[in-house]
């Protein structure tokens, strides 16, 4: 009966009489010894099979949650031990803290070196944050060269202790080929409270992140309630400067650059200003950096373009000898790689009928020394056409000897920050004299920006600069006030 019932195993017993039953019964048996070991080599198979398909379900899990490149947890793998550290946390531990870590160089490694030396270095990298923090810590790439670190059940102290071994670790400099670079980072904290979820873990180490980038990088900011609201307030800001571009808003104001010697006008400097019916008079310095990081630059850079350039056509139909005047246009690093810029200036200057040497773009030393291939060869065609290149807020940024006489401008704009008590410190004056030397010697002209007595303008004068802007003169101007401004008589410094 068993082996009717599919019992292999079990076996009949044959009779003594040895007669036909007993043969048909040794048949059975042994069919059923038969089958018995096809089916336990088939089960084997199906173990050894079933075996396989978990491992290879696994191998597939650990690859949809782990970072191809390095190794690293990906961004699904470390939400979801965010989610469990929150459970945790939930059932008597403390909650988790998150760092989330930006590389602060990482694209001029991968623009000078290659992608495949930016590889090497976030592999070195990630390397390096594992051998930071502890086993029960999670470390994630979440994309390009932006890094996270899960700690659980998370005392401050600890999160405080991890997140300075790896700023240190990343001081120390990474070899690539022949090079040695160096991708230090900017790191936010995000400690949990009670009631987070893994979105606000991430959201507030995200902006303690660009904190810590916006206070000089290569820090660590602890997230605080106050930088939400930072954040959100820009955000407000942003929408309403795009707003404010749309609706007429925004208008240029023109300074005038002066000379020292006989102070006559040689060029105006176009300004944006923005009045907010709301907010009043919007200072550059709080929403230039806004738009610049929005990416909304690029579509004030234009509309400054249309504006400027139709506004001095009509003061060359006005004012004499106003065609030596020189209108200077300030240039951003997002401008260099819009595709129709040279075209909008040629086309634009057609339309106006104003000669190519008339208008100057500034640009920051910054961006003219750390100028890729792309923004080289943009820079170079703007010279082709006839347009002045100027270097904007010289002394703030590089200010390299060996790169001024290769940055293809005309002249200098030197920062105010340089003169700053020219009138009565004596070593002050040896420094300005040695800047505007060099950058005489490097066959460029210096204006000096930011000039607001007129010692400064008369010292400026006698250490041998020629031109000169700032309050001294006049204060930046709306477009109708231009005009008077030529029948202003500047004083010679």
Same mark, same amino acid.
């Given at each position: ?33 038969? $089958? ?50 929150? #459970? /945790? ?47 029960? #810590? ?6 390009? #060269? ?13 999160? &405080?202790?991890?997140?300075? *071994?790896?700023?240190?670790? $990343? ?31 991430? *959201? ?10 916006? &206070? ?17 307030? *820009? ?28 102070? *006559? ?5 176009? $300004?944006?200003? =923005? ?23 690029? #579509?004030?850079?234009?509309?400054? $373009? ?8 009509? =003061?060359?139909?006005?004012? @004499? ?33 104003? /000669? ?47 790169y001024l006489r290769s940055l293809p401008a005309d002249t200098v704009k030197v920062d105010q920050s340089l003169i700053k008590g020219i009138d009565a410190d004596e070593g002050q004056r040896d420094f300005v004299a040695a800047v505007l030397q060099l950058i005489r010697s490097a066959g460029l002209?210096?204006?000096?920006e930011g000039i607001e007595t007129g010692g400064e303008a008369g010292r400026l004068r006698e250490l041998g600069c020629v031109y000169g802007q700032g309050f001294h003169f006049s204060r930046p101007v709306p ?12 004083? @010679?410094?």
């Amino acid at each position: 009966m068993k082996l009717a019932s599919g019992d292999l195993s079990a076996r009949i017993q044959p009779s003594e009489a040895r007669d036909e039953i007993d043969a048909v019964i040794t048949g059975v048996n042994l069919l059923a010894e038969e $089958l018995h070991f096809i089916y336990s080599d088939l089960e084997q198979v199906v173990a050894e099979r079933t075996t396989e398909l978990i491992q290879a379900q696994a191998e597939l899990r650990r690859m949809a949650m782990t970072d191809a490149l390095t190794g690293l947890a990906n961004r699904s793998r470390l939400r979801e031990r965010i989610i469990e550290a929150l #459970d /945790a946390a939930q059932h008597g531990g403390r909650p988790p803290a998150l760092l989330m870590l930006d590389l602060d160089s990482f694209k001029t490694i991968n623009d000078n070196l290659g992608h495949s030396a930016g590889d090497e270095v976030l592999v070195e990298v990630a390397g390096r944050l594992r051998a930071s923090v502890r086993e029960t #810590d999670t470390v994630a790439r979440l994309g390009g #060269d932006e890094f996270a670190i899960l700690v659980p059940n998370a005392h401050k102290d600890d999160v &405080r202790a991890i997140a300075y *071994r790896v700023l240190r670790s $990343l001081q120390r400099s990474i070899t690539v080929g022949s090079a040695s670079v160096w991708a230090m980072g900017s790191i936010g904290v995000s400690i949990g409270s009670p009631g987070d979820t893994a979105a606000t873990l991430q *959201r507030d180490a995200d902006v303690a992140m660009y904190v810590a980038k916006s &206070r000089g990088r290569n820090n660590v900011q602890l997230f605080a309630p106050s930088m939400l609201e930072a954040t959100q307030e *820009r955000s407000r800001m942003a929408a309403e400067l795009r707003s404010g571009l749309e609706t007429g808003q925004l208008s240029l104001y023109y300074q005038p650059v002066v000379a020292l010697a006989t102070g *006559r006008i040689i060029g105006l400097e176009a $300004l944006v200003r =923005w009045r907010h019916p709301e907010r009043g008079m919007v200072l550059p310095d709080t929403f230039i950096p806004l738009a610049e990081e929005t990416g909304l630059i690029v #579509d004030i850079g234009r509309w400054a $373009l249309a504006e400027a350039l139709p506004q001095l056509k009509a =003061w060359n139909a006005v004012v @004499p000898g106003m065609r030596d005047v020189k209108l200077h246009v300030n240039l951003s690093a997002a401008e260099l790689l819009r595709k129709d810029l040279l075209d909008d200036v040629a086309g634009t200057l057609t339309r106006c009928g104003i /000669a190519p040497e008339q208008l100057v773009f500034e640009i920051t030393e910054t961006v003219l020394m750390t100028r890729e291939t792309e923004e080289a060869q943009v820079l170079a065609k703007l010279g082709g056409l006839g347009v002045g290149l100027q270097i904007d807020d010289f002394g703030t940024g590089y200010s390299s000897i060996s790169y001024l006489r290769s940055l293809p401008a005309d002249t200098v704009k030197v920062d105010q920050s340089l003169i700053k008590g020219i009138d009565a410190d004596e070593g002050q004056r040896d420094f300005v004299a040695a800047v505007l030397q060099l950058i005489r010697s490097a066959g460029l002209q210096a204006i000096v920006e930011g000039i607001e007595t007129g010692g400064e303008a008369g010292r400026l004068r006698e250490l041998g600069c020629v031109y000169g802007q700032g309050f001294h003169f006049s204060r930046p101007v709306p477009a109708d006030a231009v005009v008077s401004l030529f029948n202003a008589d500047f004083p @010679p410094a």
